[in-house]
């Protein structure tokens, strides 16, 4: 198999979506649809719990919500007015079925399943002591520890239990969760991950983005606030600050990649967020050119706003075949390297002759970067510019994103300069970590930043226990080593 879209596979890339309904016929089926439009925070697996008043359904799958849920015996069989779902690109546990979510089971107090977005950064270390006190786990998953807590708290109700499992663990969390009580939603005391709540007639629904209520025709009611914990049922809607306030830390980058462009996050349209950091990258950045062409499709909103700001008209430079799969069996070793042309295709008619900026969203290794400039330069492009809407990533995320070891970023072992060098442009520039804050209507406060931006800055808003702890293994075993 030969990948075919190797501009993807050089991202950072968001591991999860959750979504959740409370009082709707044919809960599962909203659910399925609100999994659609978050299909672009998780594509290796799906899966829909339901609550039917007496028994809980589950059906969880490998492959996209399409394939999986559009077929009815599938969604008949997930009956009740009560539903929670996920999809999921593996973060921490292998990929394997058993740590699909959302992830069931049955305690004392009832049915509890839950669906997680984000990662936490304690799990292994809560792993290993509720292990020596004789939990056994069924799945590899950060998640589980979770309801290992709540099965083992000494409280008695299922949301004190809940609290006081969640006042263990360190990370980020945007949960949706089932029970024989109700739905309840929860997201961690600095907001790291995004959580919204959207009505619908009587129905209330919780979701990462609000891009999944627009596609159930729900209106969005308000973000579900950091450390804030909602409880559903047919008592009402009980909102709960079980933790103490905190400076809230929202990541950054669901502005500049991971979010839709159509979703409104923190409050503000992701789409007007990104043009305007391309607006800013112009100020900070400035450069003679012809034609401003974005990366697609994650460039386009921050071309758009580079060009407005410059005066440099917009083109649309790679044209993107919305025809092609991730993967493609070459037919024979010759035409391997043609593959990556399949999904994307520089204009060459548009090109030839030109001074290009391209405008993309971040470089990750800077693999895909280099085939973009050469992409442009093999159609005739006199001159190649990059810039970039994001600052250098430097940083690993520990917060449910799937970044790549330290090492292996390019912003981690290289200056600007030879960045440019390395994927071979005339001239290179990122936007600045003020610049960003700038353009998302902050100014950043260096002592207590707004928001995570650790990727970029190396500041992680919480402990990280679990690298904390392999790395004084690590320097452990190299002092027994060297002794
Ligand atoms: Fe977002 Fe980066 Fe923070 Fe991860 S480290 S939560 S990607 S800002």
Redesign the pocket.
Known sequence: MLTTDPFEDDK?REECGVFGIWNADGAASFVALGLHALQHRGQEAAGITSFDGTSFHSHRAAGHVAGNFDKDEVIRALAGRTAIGHVRYSTTGSSALRNVQPLFAELAQGGFAVAHNGNLSNAMKLRRTLNRRGSIFQSTSDTEVIIHLVATSSHNSLIDRLVDALGQVEG?YSLVLLTEHGLVACRDPLG?RPLVMGRVGDSVIFASETVALDVIGARFERDVAPGEMIVVNDSGVRSFRPFAAEQARP????HVYFSRPDSVVDGTSVYESRKKIGAELAQESPVEADIVVPVPDSGVPAALGFSQESGIPFELGIIRSHYVGRTFIQPNQEVRHLGVKLKHNANHALIKGKRVVLIDDSIVRGTTSHKIVQMMRDAGAREVHMRIASPPTR?S?????D?PERAKLLAAQMDVESMTKFINADSLAFISIDGLYRALGDHRNPAAPQ??????TGD?PTRLTDLTDKNAEATGLALVASR
Do not use: M, P
Request: hydrophobic content about 45%; some cysteine.
């Open positions: 950072l980020a790291i990541c950054i980058f669901e940083h995320c520990f917060y449910g994103v970044t928001r995570c931006d650790a990727c970029f992680y």
